[in-house]
């Protein structure tokens, strides 16, 4: 299995900061994906970056990939108390998702 | 357009119990899954359906059973629950999966399920 890790476990930061979460990978992979939980609820997709890609864009969410690294990384700008959640990262394997044991973020207004 | 649903919500079992947790999407996906997520842990693959009339085991398939009703129903069975079982369960679903791919997952709101 290919878990990724996300670093750190827990962020805690004040609303309008940036909160920055990493994610690590053991082997090669077709695409990385990170999603978000808000408390009680499923989880959301917020981006899906391929290997051959190096940074991708959506609003406020800015994820990177080094493939040589094997790492990943979410940057969360201008973060709001709403962005209060658990990420986590997913890598691909052949037909499933093997899914991080997340970040949980708090953002304190 | 309600996306994945998922029923019961909550349940309260016995050891020994048995039960169905249902699944349905209405965005004509093609593959679906069952995943439990406990305390501190990412999710864990229970059991997929690649396409109607196919399953296949994931990382922890024991105690489980599924059936893919037809293309819009995924169904999760605990035949003789036990504490352990006691998680989170999620449904998802995903477009086409081409070959060596995999899709963006849509996710379900949950089944929070005890067991006593």
């Known amino acids: 299995s290919q878990q990724g890790e996300e670093d750190p476990q827990a962020l805690s930061i004040q609303e309008g900061e940036n909160a920055t979460m990493n994610c690590s990978y053991k082997t090669s992979i077709n695409n990385l994906q990170w999603y978000r939980q808000n408390s009680g609820r499923g989880l959301v997709h917020l981006i899906l970056?391929?290997?051959?890609?190096r940074e991708k864009h959506s609003g406020r969410l800015r994820v990177t990939l080094d493939t040589s690294k094997k790492s990943s990384s979410l940057l969360i700008t201008a973060s709001r108390a709403a962005d209060t959640a658990s990420y986590f990262c997913a890598t691909d394997d052949l037909w499933q998702l093997t899914f991080g044991k997340g970040t949980k973020l708090s953002v304190i207004p | 357009n309600a996306g994945v649903t998922q029923t019961p919500k909550f349940q309260v079992l016995k050891t020994g119990q048995s039960m169905t947790l249902q699944c349905a999407q209405d965005?004509?996906?093609?593959?679906m899954y069952w995943y439990r997520q406990d305390p501190g842990m990412g999710l864990r693959l229970i059991y997929y359906s690649a396409s109607e009339g196919t399953t296949d085991k994931g990382e922890v398939p024991n105690g489980y059973n599924v059936s893919r009703l037809n293309k819009r129903e995924f169904s999760l069975r605990l035949e003789s629950a036990a504490p352990s079982q006691t998680s989170v369960y999620f449904c998802a679903s995903t477009i086409e999966r081409l070959a060596g791919d995999t899709d963006t997952q849509y996710f379900g709101p949950g089944t929070r399920l005890t067991v006593l």
């Open positions: 965005m004509n996906h093609n593959s």
């Open positions: 970056i391929r290997s051959n890609e």
